[in-house]
């Protein structure tokens, strides 16, 4: 008997664990695990998916997203043609991957790099090749002394998740005048509206500035708070945006989603409320974590990488005091960081228990 197969390097993909969002014998819960802006989207951005939905949901959507892309162009400053919009920026990542690497191609990421990467590269047959970072941070040198023939592109998260740290623009500059001009540098920004750096910078301006071997990834579920609807962004050399159009999916993005993104964009406002709710917060919780004797990463996301004094047992035996306290935050194993949980910023009164919560199991 013959079975159907999958292609090479599918089945060495470790399927994602998304972040729980239900414990048992609990009504309601306080979810710190998935990043998810504890502010919810803005208000127009809900009443403008609803109005999308009443207009007519057999109609299919605009395939390539123009009201939005001119949104996002507006609030950006970036010409709309270089826009290109997703599905989630996952979407992106997968279809960069499959644009541009193959079997037998390397695809570099960073140790504590997003967990997406080594999906992507799997997916495609290609090799991922890991480099360890220094001090939980990216190393531009440990990235170009990994660099092969085969090398086709580096995934770099600017701010990374789960760690939270960054490089600075200049650094983002000597990793793309290191790498050869027919390497593909993907820079995910998926938090860079929570940065508050002036040594930041998300790359949009390397792009400006006419490289046809870069791209930058955006997301409408951090900052935004529109995880659900599932909407991503890049901008990106007009060249690579033709690839990626011939392959996405045609009516990659609903229209309820595209309704509520473009509202979401042009409202500015909420963005400064969730970001300084986030600035109010990540020192706080750093210090209150630092106090009970954890270690924390220094965050420029909306969530907070803290490493426990005793280790792994010690990590997980909080998550299960945490979690028989209603309080869900993220196990970060899966990235080798067993000793370490990462929690999201949410409401007042959710830092609040949580803080309460951690104090008591640690004392
Ligand atoms: C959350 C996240 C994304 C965004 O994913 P979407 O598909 O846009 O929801 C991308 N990159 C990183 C590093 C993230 O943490």
């Known amino acids: 008997m013959t079975s159907i197969k999958p292609r090479d390097g599918i089945l060495n993909i470790t399927p994602y664990k998304a972040g729980d969002a239900k414990i048992e014998g609990f009504d309601t819960v306080i979810k710190l695990a998935s990043n998810e802006s504890p502010l919810g989207p803005s208000p127009a951005a809900v009443e403008a998916a609803k109005n999308a939905i009443d207009a007519g949901l057999h109609l299919y959507p605009d395939p390539t997203c123009t009201a939005l892309r001119q949104a996002i162009g507006e609030t950006y400053d970036l010409n709309p043609e270089q826009i290109i919009c997703s599905n989630g ?140 609807m599932r909407v991503g962004w890049a901008y990106g050399p007009a060249s690579i945006l033709d690839i990626l159009h011939r392959i996405r999916g045609t009516f990659n993005v609903s229209a309820p989603s595209q309704a509520a993104a473009i509202a979401a964009v042009r409202d500015q406002s909420h963005v400064e409320k969730a970001k300084a709710h986030n600035l109010k917060w990540l020192p706080r919780l750093s210090e209150a974590l630092s106090t009970l004797g954890l270690t924390v990463t220094p965050s420029q996301g909306n969530f907070i990488l803290a490493h426990f004094p005793l280790g792994a047992e010690q990590a997980q035996a909080a998550d299960a005091f945490l979690r028989s306290k209603g309080i869900i935050v993220r196990p970060v194993g899966n990235y080798d960081l067993s000793g370490a949980l990462r929690i999201t910023v949410g409401k007042d009164e959710e830092n609040e228990k949580f803080l309460t919560a951690l104090k008591a199991f640690m004392t």
């Not at 820079?187 to 508050?196: G, R």
């Not at 955006?218 to 529109?226: A, D, P, Q």
Request: glycine content about 6%; overall charge negative; some cysteine.
């Open 89 to 228: 920026s996952e979407e992106l990542l997968h279809l960069l991957a499959k644009a541009y690497a193959t079997d037998g191609d390397e695809v570099i990421y960073c140790q504590y790099g997003f967990i997406a990467y080594p999906i992507t590269i799997h997916a495609v047959g290609a090799t991922p090749i890991m480099v360890q970072e220094d001090n939980y941070t990216a190393n531009v040198d440990a990235i170009l002394t990994a660099v092969t023939a085969k090398t086709k592109i580096v995934n770099l998260a600017n701010p990374n998740n789960p760690t939270g740290t960054y490089l600075v623009k200049t650094e983002v500059q000597r990793l793309r005048d290191g790498l050869r001009d027919d390497i593909l540098l993907v820079l995910d920004a998926a938090y860079a509206e929570y940065v508050d750096q002036a040594d930041y910078d998300a790359g949009l301006d390397m792009v400006n500035n006419g490289l046809n071997n870069t791209i930058v990834t955006r997301t409408f579920s951090k900052i935004y708070g529109l995880a659900g």
